[in-house]
């Protein structure tokens, strides 16, 4: 069997038990069949078994069964939040439905990506190695060079690939749309026990990290802004603090570096910073530079 159709079978799986919590092989067996999920073939306990097998060594979803025979994920929080298991999940997913719909290729529109990927193979590689790199690089507006670092962790955010690496006296983040080569070196390196790229990034929004202090910033999304905040929220911190009949104030602590202001400008008027006053003058004089542009 082709792998492309073994994963839409894993990937079917999943989400049935996502969407419908619990089930009887039975009822997967059913749905499996009207879903033509083996072009109307159906779930033996055998192949269902495998699947549950690879799909623990895939995704690290462990399906389990109760007194009842009901078949349930027995840890979803395995597929939340920022996850790789969740954006394995999601990728696959997407591919499969799109798969499957090659005559409406012309109705699904999708965001370009930029240059870059074609360096994920080798960072993977050295990643996993524990191999440092050599990379050929060129911010914009800067004159290009050869840097030789260890490559820790890569980061998707805003359509881009971003590499968190360690140059041997400092953390530092590279864009994989900037890099004009990746070479594999043979010097090796070890992660340290104590470092953790979740933690490293966890202060805050997006992929730029400097000495921003920490901050307790009070939003206030009017209209709709607060639903889109309550289904995806800014930073694993927001917490909602009240409600009112044209406005909802969610709290945050992070850092508020370029990433995340930007962030809060992009939605126009439907976000308002309420505290802390100093990051609310800064985005008060943002603003002022904006408008002179159109003056």
């Known amino acids: 069997m082709k792998p492309a159709i073994i994963f839409h079978q894993y990937i079917w799986l999943i989400n049935m038990?996502?969407?419908?919590?619990?089930?009887?092989?039975?009822?997967l067996n059913q749905r499996w069949i009207a879903d033509e999920v083996a072009e109307g073939n159906p779930l033996s306990r055998s192949s269902f078994n495998r699947h549950r097998d690879a799909i623990l060594d895939m995704f690290g979803v462990i399906i389990d069964c109760d007194s009842r025979y009901h078949y349930f994920i027995s840890n979803p929080e395995v597929l939340d939040d920022d996850s790789l298991e969740r954006w394995m999940l999601s990728t696959l997913t997407v591919g499969s439905v799109l798969s499957d719909s090659a005559a409406l290729k012309e109705r699904i529109i999708l965001e370009n990506v930029p240059a870059g990927e074609e360096f994920l193979q080798t960072i993977i590689r050295a990643i996993k190695a524990g191999r440092r790199i050599l990379l050929g690089y060129q911010r914009f507006g800067a004159e290009a060079y050869e840097k030789i670092v260890s490559p820790y962790a890569l980061k998707l955010f805003h359509q881009r690939w971003y590499l968190l690496s360690f140059t041997g006296r400092h953390y530092a983040i590279y864009s994989l749309d900037r890099m004009l080569s990746v070479t594999l070196t043979d010097e090796s390196f070890t992660l340290p026990d104590d470092f953790s790229p979740q933690?490293?990034?966890?202060?805050?929004f997006g992929v730029l990290t400097d000495e921003t202090?920490?901050?307790?910033?009070?939003?206030?999304?009017y209209g709709n802004m607060a639903n889109y905040l309550r289904t995806l929220p800014l930073h694993t911190s927001q917490r909602e603090v009240a409600q009112k009949d044209d406005y909802v104030d969610f709290s945050l602590d992070l850092r508020p570096t370029s990433d995340f202001i930007g962030e809060i400008l992009s939605h126009d008027a439907a976000l308002e910073v309420m505290e802390p006053l100093t990051l609310r003058q800064q985005l008060q004089r943002r603003i002022k530079d904006m408008c002179q542009r159109y003056l």
């Not at 202090?213 to 999304?221: D, K, Y």
């Open 199 to 204: 933690q490293y990034f966890s202060e805050y």
């Open 213 to 221: 202090p920490m901050t307790h910033i009070v939003l206030r999304a």
């Open 17 to 27: 038990l996502r969407q419908y919590r619990r089930m009887t092989l039975e009822e």
